[in-house]
C-alpha cells in the first residue's frame, strides 16, 4: 500500500507527462509556472500605498494565499495525496480567512447580527468542509472554483452600486483573466487526450498564471469596497502600475483622506 506521501499517490493527476524533465519533478511545467505565478501573486503586495491596505493584506490573504502556492507546487513537484490535500486545504482556508474579513456586512444572513458571529459561522463552515474534503479528493478542485461563481455574484452586485470607471475596469479585467483561467483548467481536465495527441498538454501551466492574474485584479477590488463600507471617513481610489496607459497593469488602492470641509 503507497504512503500517502509517495509520489503520485494523489487522486488528480493533471494532462503534463510526469517525471519527463526531471527525476524529482513529477510535472515539470505546472511546477514551474506554478513558482512564476507565486511571484506574480506576491508582487502585487508593494505597490499598496497604504498601510491600511499593506495590514489587511498581510494579515489574511497574503500569508494563507501564498501558503497556498506553496502547497500547490509541492502538489505538482510529488502528486502525492498528502501535496493533493495541502494545496486544496490551503485554498479553502484562504478563502475562508479572505470572506471571514472582508465579506461585506450587507451581505450577512440575517441570523448573524456581527462580524464576530460571521467569524465563528466561517470557522464551523470550514472545519465541516475541511473533514468533508477527505471524503472524494477529485472533487474538491471543483467544489472550489465554484467559489468564484458567488464572487462573481458580488462583484455584480457592488459593480451595480458604483459609477467609478476605473473600478469596472479592474472588475472586467478580473473576469477575463478568470475566464482564460478556468478554461485552461478546464481543458486540461476534460480535453487531456487531444492536448497529448498533439504534444500540447500545457494549460494546467497556463492556468496557474492566469489565476495569478485574476487574483492580482480581485484583491485589491476586495480592499476597495472593504474600505468604502468600513472606513467611510477614507476615499479609496484604485490606481494602475506603471500608469493607465500600458495595457497590462499592476492595480493598488489608494487611499485619501477627503479635505476636511470645515
Ligand atoms: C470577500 C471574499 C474575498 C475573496 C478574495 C480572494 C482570496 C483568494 C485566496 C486564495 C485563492 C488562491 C487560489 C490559487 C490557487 C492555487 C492552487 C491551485 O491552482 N491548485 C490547483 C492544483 O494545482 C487546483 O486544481 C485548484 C483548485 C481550485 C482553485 C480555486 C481558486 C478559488 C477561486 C479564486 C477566485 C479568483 C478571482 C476571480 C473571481 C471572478
Ligand atoms: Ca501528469
Ligand atoms: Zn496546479
Same mark, same amino acid.
Given at each position: *500500500? ?10 488528480? $493527476?493533471?494532462?503534463? /507527462? =510526469? #517525471? ?9 511545467? =505546472? ?10 501573486? /506576491?508582487? @502585487?503586495?508593494?505597490? %499598496? ?5 499593506? &495590514? ?8 494563507? /494565499? ?8 509541492? +502538489?505538482? *513537484?510529488?502528486?502525492?495525496?498528502? /501535496?493533493?490535500? !495541502? $494545496?486544496?486545504?490551503?485554498? !479553502? ?24 458571529? +460571521? #467569524? ?11 473533514? *468533508? ?15 468564484? #461563481? ?12 458604483? =459609477?467609478?470607471? %476605473?473600478?469596472? %475596469?479592474?472588475? &472586467? &479585467? ?13 481543458? $486540461?481536465?476534460?480535453?487531456? @487526450? ?17 489565476? &495569478? *492574474? ?13 474600505? =468604502? ?9 484604485? %490606481?494602475?502600475?506603471?500608469? $493607465? ?9 489608494? !487611499? ?7
Amino acid at each position: *500500500m503507497p504512503s500517502i506521501f509517495s509520489y503520485e499517490s494523489a487522486e488528480i $493527476d493533471w494532462c503534463e /507527462g =510526469n #517525471f519527463e524533465h526531471s527525476a524529482i519533478i513529477a510535472e515539470y511545467y =505546472n511546477t514551474v509556472r506554478r513558482a512564476i505565478s507565486n511571484l506574480l501573486y /506576491g508582487s @502585487g503586495e508593494p505597490l %499598496r500605498d497604504s498601510l491600511l491596505s499593506l &495590514a489587511l493584506w498581510a494579515l489574511v490573504s497574503a500569508k494563507p /494565499g501564498l501558503l497556498a502556492c506553496i502547497f500547490s507546487t509541492y +502538489f505538482h *513537484m510529488t502528486l502525492s495525496y498528502v /501535496g493533493q490535500l !495541502l $494545496d486544496e486545504l490551503s485554498i !479553502l482556508w484562504a478563502l475562508a480567512a479572505a470572506y471571514s474579513f472582508w465579506y461585506p456586512k450587507v451581505y450577512f444572513p440575517k441570523f448573524i447580527k456581527s462580524r464576530k458571529h +460571521f #467569524f465563528w459561522l466561517s470557522g464551523v463552515t470550514t472545519l465541516i468542509t475541511t473533514l *468533508m474534503s477527505f471524503i472524494k479528493p477529485a472533487l474538491n478542485a471543483y467544489v472550489l472554483n465554484c467559489i468564484a #461563481f458567488h464572487l462573481l455574484y458580488l462583484t455584480w452586485r457592488e459593480l451595480k452600486k458604483c =459609477n467609478d470607471k %476605473r473600478v469596472h %475596469r479592474t472588475a &472586467a &479585467a478580473m473576469v477575463v483573466w478568470w475566464v482564460l483561467a478556468i478554461s485552461s483548467w478546464i481543458s $486540461d481536465r476534460w480535453l487531456c @487526450g487531444f492536448w497529448q495527441a498533439i504534444n500540447f498538454p500545457y494549460f494546467h501551466s497556463f492556468w496557474h498564471v492566469l489565476i &495569478a *492574474m485574476s487574483l492580482l485584479y480581485c484583491c485589491p477590488l476586495v480592499i476597495y469596497f472593504d474600505v =468604502n463600507y468600513e472606513l467611510p471617513s477614507f476615499k479609496p481610489k484604485i %490606481r494602475y502600475w506603471p500608469s $493607465d496607459s500600458w495595457f497590462v497593469v499592476v492595480p493598488y488602492v489608494a !487611499l485619501e483622506k477627503p479635505y476636511k470641509q470645515c
